[in-house]
């Protein structure tokens, strides 16, 4: 139960990070000088950020749920 704990408030911890880079990276698309760098700052580097990001985010929601469920013990213990 000490390790499901454990291993949510990390998972959680992902999360929040997550949700912290993606407002980061918007900020910073945004602060460009014009709109060509803006575009270029999104294609280059908001757009494949951001996809990694949210599969990171999905991943985590993911193992929640299943590390939640009732075999979510079982399976963390490897049996």
């Given at each position: 139960?000490?390790?499901?704990?454990?291993l949510t408030v990390l998972a959680?911890?992902?999360?929040?990070?997550?949700?912290a880079a993606l407002a980061f990276l918007l900020s910073w698309q945004d602060h460009a000088d014009n709109?060509?760098?803006?575009?270029?700052?999104?294609?280059?580097?908001?757009?494949?950020?951001?996809?990694?990001?949210?599969?990171?985010l999905l991943g985590a929601v993911f193992f929640l749920m299943m590390l939640w469920s009732p075999q979510g013990a079982a399976l963390l213990a490897g049996r």
């Open positions: 139960m000490l390790l499901q704990l454990s959680l911890l992902v999360c929040v990070g997550d949700v709109p060509i760098s803006r575009r270029q700052r999104l294609l280059t580097g908001v757009l494949p950020a951001s996809c990694v990001l949210l599969l990171l």
